[in-house]
């Protein structure tokens, strides 16, 4: 005999929204309920209200409340940590359907290094606007690591650095090699030399940037052969060749900075060496499965018809 149908009826727990992570992720960045909702353009109310109700949901106690604000429980750190995941797959997914049905459209975040910024910005940023007019490029200036860091954590899509990088989630794109060039004052012994070599460095102090940039490292790998001494430490390489005009030393310097008007009006010498000293690659790099990685390769190839070959 056949028995009648049994209905069987599923109950989904109650889940978080968006909205409630999205407060919850305020609340964690600025320490304090107004603040958090000032930051959110809600009411404190209103932000403290969907803090309890995201609490309910998951049974458990996410925030400390105290008169000098609010701090995070042990279980909402580890709830915070989910919570900016999930508030980057949903953006990564409003922009893959944006990139879907109209590349290059809106904002689009890109790093540069300083080394590189002042120099092939203002050549490469017209000709972006013009050839994408509905791109809204924002921009941010970093070194290389914290570049890198907001790449993984999405709040950059893509970066102009100096190559080589390697990261297992980090991918790259070369573009354009960048020769270096000796910098010198006209009356130093280095700027009658020809046929000019690292293993002519040797004996000369050689003014360096700071720790932290990545060209620092490429011109100490490049003047091995030299044995450069690194005297001195620059925060820009605008204030590098102030150093090697008041006779401090002799540096190093990107073609692209020199072609880009970096020691015009110095009085300064700057030579290249022979063979030439390939010092870096510019490249773009991006995050691994990142939604805009097409985006960030159409832009790199835009860029790379800017830099000589």
């Given at each position: ?14 889940l ?16 304090s ?7 959110s353009?809600?009411t404190?109310p ?12 998951l049974?458990?106690l ?29 953006e990564d ?5 944006q ?5 290059l ?13 002042p ?7 017209p000709?972006?606007?013009?050839s ?16 890198m860091?907001?790449?993984r ?8 650095i ?6 297992a ?22 700027a ?12 000369e102090?050689m ?11 490429h ?19 605008h ?10 030393g ?22 290249p ?10 490249g773009?790099?991006w ?22 070959a």
């Amino acid at each position: 005999m056949l028995q009648p149908d049994i209905g069987i009826i599923y109950i989904m727990s109650a889940l978080p929204t968006l909205r409630q992570l999205q407060f919850l992720i305020a609340l964690a960045d600025n320490g304090s309920f107004s603040r958090a909702a000032e930051a959110s353009h809600v009411t404190q109310p209103t932000l403290s209200a969907a803090i309890k109700e995201l609490e309910a949901i998951l049974g458990v106690l996410l925030v400390e409340r105290g008169a000098r604000g609010a701090v995070l429980t042990p279980a909402g750190e580890t709830v915070l940590v989910r919570a900016r995941t999930v508030m980057t797959e949903a953006e990564d997914l409003v922009t893959a359907a944006q990139a879907a049905g109209e590349p290059l459209t809106g904002p689009f975040k890109l790093g540069v290094i300083p080394t590189i910024a002042p120099f092939l910005l203002p050549k490469v940023l017209p000709a972006l606007r013009q050839s994408y007019s509905e791109l809204q490029l924002y921009l941010r200036e970093d070194l290389t690591e914290r570049l890198m860091d907001a790449l993984r954590e999405r709040r950059l899509d893509a970066a102009l650095i100096a190559l080589p990088y390697e990261s297992a989630m980090i991918e790259t794109r070369a573009l354009a090699s960048d020769e270096f060039l000796l910098c010198c004052p006209p009356d130093h012994p280095l700027a009658e030399v020809k046929d000019l070599n690292a293993a002519d460095l040797k004996s000369e102090p050689m003014l360096l940037l700071e720790d932290g940039h990545c060209l620092r490292d490429h011109v100490l790998s490049a003047c091995t052969a030299g044995r450069a001494r690194a005297d001195f430490a620059a925060t820009s390489l605008h204030t590098l060749v102030q150093m090697v005009k008041s006779g401090l030393g002799v540096t190093l310097v990107p073609r692209m900075a020199v072609d880009a008007g970096l020691i015009d009006q110095l009085d300064l010498v700057v030579k290249p060496f022979d063979p030439p000293m390939i010092g870096r690659e510019i490249g773009i790099a991006w995050r691994r499965g990142s939604a805009r990685a097409d985006e960030a390769r159409v832009i790199g190839d835009a860029i790379k018809t800017l830099l000589p070959a």
